[in-house]
């Protein structure tokens, strides 16, 4: 998946990372779930420790609950664990993202605004993604890296403008499960139901998924509820968002300096001062250069050589 900046890369590959863990995690515990329930079939008065021993030697950890854990807790519970664990680090890892990203902008603010959707949309009364959008790119914007990049970052499968909004609210939704695992040992209040109510509105059309919303009730007061399914669909409209801002900030001032910050700071790429005239060649040669930047191949060289000689890295 081509992204432009490395915040954005580097949110992509930690969410790769998580899951990687979390699948591999979540077999490893079915089949010592089936061993413990097997040993335990054949030795019922097995003790705490003998459990630990058996199953946890050379481990360096004390497996002191493997009767509880693997035999009285069941399978779907531990999922429903798993996913928690998996949604608030997303999350965690989103508003990182965010935080990393939008604050090389002069605007305050900015990480706030794209955890929400657009002023007026699903019950929102305070500036979001769209307005941090414009409020981005109002730091400058260069049209040289509109047509080198633009093209190319928002054609992005994951790219989603048009449902950008109702992915934040459905982020909302997620959020406000987070905050009430978080902060109010698991119980909904009103800002938790709201989330949910607006979440319930949207359709799979809405949100540009293979699925509709997986969504669980939350009334105020009760236990919220996360479950492995919703985990998933949180990190791929996560991946989604963060494709669709990238794209959207990749023609900015800021990703134009980015961009040179990348070409100037490769040896080998400061070492080419003449560009060949055959035009097969030219074209291959600053394709070349935005890979090998960091970046990828663009859609139109010809604003890129436009760049390269105004900032005086090819010679005249």
Same mark, same amino acid.
């Given at each position: 998946?081509?992204?432009?900046?490395?915040?954005?890369?580097?949110?992509?590959?930690?969410?790769?990372?998580?899951?990687?863990?979390? %699948?591999?995690?979540?077999?490893?515990?079915?089949?010592?779930?089936?061993?413990?329930?097997?040993?335990?079939?054949?030795?019922?008065?097995?003790?705490?420790?003998?459990?630990?021993?058996?199953?946890?030697?050379?481990?360096?950890?004390?497996?002191?609950?493997?009767?509880?854990?693997?035999?009285?807790?069941?399978?779907?519970?531990?999922?429903?664990?798993?996913?928690?664990?998996?949604?608030?680090?997303?999350?965690?890892?989103?508003?990182?993202?965010?935080?990393?990203?939008?604050?090389?902008?002069?605007?305050?603010?900015?990480?706030?605004?794209?955890?929400?959707?657009?002023?007026?949309?699903?019950?929102?009364?305070?500036?979001?993604?769209?307005?941090?959008?414009?409020?981005?790119?109002?730091?400058?914007?260069?049209?040289?890296?509109?047509?080198?990049?633009?093209?190319?970052?928002?054609?992005?499968?994951?790219?989603?403008?048009?449902?950008?909004?109702?992915?934040?609210?459905?982020?909302?939704?997620?959020?406000?499960?987070?905050?009430?695992?978080? %902060?109010?040992?698991?119980?909904?209040?009103?800002?938790?139901?709201?989330?949910?109510?607006?979440?319930?509105?949207?359709?799979?059309?809405?949100?540009?998924?293979?699925?509709?919303?997986?969504?669980?009730?939350?009334?105020?007061?009760?236990?919220?509820?996360?479950?492995?399914?919703?985990?998933?669909?949180?990190?791929?409209?996560?991946?989604?968002?963060?494709?669709?801002?990238?794209?959207?900030?990749?023609?900015?001032?800021?990703?134009?300096?980015?961009?040179?910050?990348?070409?100037?700071?490769?040896?080998?790429?400061?070492?080419?001062?003449?560009?060949?005239?055959?035009?097969?060649?030219?074209?291959?040669?600053?394709?070349?250069?935005?890979?090998?930047?960091?970046?990828?191949?663009?859609?139109?060289?010809?604003?890129?050589?436009?760049?390269?000689?105004?900032?005086?890295?090819?010679?005249?």
């Amino acid at each position: 998946m081509q992204l432009f900046f490395t915040e954005s890369r580097d949110f992509a590959a930690r969410n790769l990372q998580l899951f990687s863990f979390i %699948h591999t995690s979540s077999v490893a515990l079915w089949n010592l779930r089936w061993q413990v329930q097997g040993f335990v079939g054949v030795r019922p008065d097995a003790s705490a420790g003998e459990l630990s021993g058996r199953f946890a030697s050379g481990t360096n950890i004390r497996a002191n609950n493997l009767e509880d854990t693997c035999i009285n807790t069941s399978w779907e519970d531990q999922l429903d664990q798993f996913a928690q664990v998996v949604s608030v680090n997303l999350i965690a890892m989103y508003e990182g993202w965010a935080e990393e990203l939008m604050s090389k902008f002069s605007l305050p603010n900015l990480a706030k605004r794209v955890q929400w959707p657009s002023k007026g949309k699903y019950g929102n009364v305070r500036d979001g993604v769209s307005e941090a959008l414009v409020q981005a790119k109002s730091d400058g914007i260069s049209q040289e890296m509109e047509q080198a990049f633009y093209p190319v970052y928002s054609a992005n499968r994951k790219y989603s403008l048009s449902h950008l909004d109702a992915l934040l609210a459905l982020y909302r939704y997620h959020k406000e499960i987070r905050n009430s695992m978080m %902060h109010r040992g698991g119980i909904a209040d009103t800002a938790a139901e709201n989330a949910w109510r607006h979440a319930s509105s949207l359709s799979r059309s809405d949100i540009g998924l293979r699925s509709s919303p997986y969504l669980s009730t939350i009334t105020v007061g009760q236990a919220v509820k996360m479950d492995i399914g919703q985990a998933i669909q949180l990190s791929d409209m996560l991946l989604r968002i963060v494709a669709t801002i990238d794209a959207e900030l990749c023609f900015t001032s800021y990703a134009e300096k980015t961009f040179l910050d990348g070409w100037r700071n490769n040896q080998r790429l400061r070492d080419i001062r003449q560009i060949p005239g055959d035009a097969a060649k030219k074209e291959r040669t600053l394709a070349a250069i935005c890979r090998k930047a960091g970046f990828a191949s663009p859609a139109n060289t010809d604003v890129i050589y436009t760049i390269g000689r105004r900032e005086g890295l090819f010679a005249y």
